[in-house]
């Protein structure tokens, strides 16, 4: 890398955990971005485009209504892109698409090893237990700061459930439930957010038959295995062509 890593959001959970790891890793931080009236330790770049055009790879850890906007401007500087701010629309999804055919862009919504591994797992436990006998549920839950609901993990994880089963989620779905529901249809996936003190992240996939259940639990206790992974991303992006990536192809996991 040449001209180091450039961190979007420098100034929140995610990018002052980022700072400080891009230095204890060796590598170099060139500065980042955030809102015009917050400070940060590291330098401060006017906007998107300036901290683009002098960083090889900028990690962005910010919030949904910058991804279009980031997208174009690292698309234009030819810029990698570590995008970790979830709770993107479509449209900006398709925005992150577009960006992807400029540049190499990692997409995940969870950077943890651990999490991409479960994601691995859900996708094969759901293709191994039939979904007219075994209902799949996902619980979150996080701190109360949290601004988008449920997470990007568990969307993610409901996903890599509705690909096992070979169904669409939007089909299948179920987020939360209230009221005289009625009995819980076969196939469904549940989805329910849980917010409360300072949860970094918890993670439960469940398969529930008559009998037995299987669940598969991930519950990180600092942001650490997300910055880490943000990292590995980083160091894996040089040289590749554009295209979107995610974690299990950085980890290898597939
Ligand atoms: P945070 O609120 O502490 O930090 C977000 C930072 O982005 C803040 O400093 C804020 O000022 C800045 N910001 C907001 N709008 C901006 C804009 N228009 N331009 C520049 N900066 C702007 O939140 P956080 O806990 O650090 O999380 C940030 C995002 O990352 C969220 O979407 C969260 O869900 C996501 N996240 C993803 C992962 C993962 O592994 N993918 C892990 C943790 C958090």
């Not at 701010?85 to 698409?97: P, W």
């Not at 209230?178 to 970094?200: F, K, L, W």
Request: net charge negative; hydrophobic share 50%.
């Amino acid at each position: 890398m040449e001209k180091g890593i450039g961190i979007a959001g420098i100034a929140g959970r995610m990018g002052r955990l980022l700072a400080e790891e891009v230095t204890a890793a060796g590598a170099k931080l060139v500065g980042g971005i955030d809102r015009p009236d917050v400070k940060a330790d590291a330098k401060l770049f006017a906007d998107i485009a300036a901290l683009a055009a002098a960083s090889d790879v900028v990690l962005d850890f910010t919030h949904a209504s910058t991804a279009a906007a980031h997208g174009k401007a690292l698309a234009a500087a030819g810029t990698a892109w570590v995008l970790g701010t979830t709770g993107l629309s479509a449209a900006d999804e398709a925005v992150v698409a577009e960006t992807a055919k400029q540049v190499a862009v990692v997409y995940a919504p969870n950077f943890s090893a651990g999490v991409n591994l479960m994601l691995a797992l859900a996708e094969r436990m759901a293709a191994a237990l039939p979904a007219e006998q075994y209902d799949a549920e996902i619980v979150e839950m996080h701190h109360h700061f949290k601004k988008d609901a449920p997470s990007g993990t568990a969307l993610g994880l409901a996903n890599a459930l509705a690909k096992g089963r070979g169904v669409n989620l939007k089909d299948v779905a179920c987020y939360g439930r209230e009221g005289m529901t009625g009995e819980r249809p076969s196939g469904q996936i549940g989805i329910h957010a849980v917010r409360g003190g300072d949860v970094v992240g918890d993670h439960v996939v469940m398969f529930a038959t008559d009998g037995e259940r299987v669940e598969i639990t991930h519950r990180a206790s600092s942001r650490e295995c997300f910055a880490n992974g943000a990292l590995k991303a980083a160091a894996w992006l040089p040289g590749r062509k554009p295209g979107l990536y995610n974690m299990r192809n950085v980890l290898n996991l597939d």
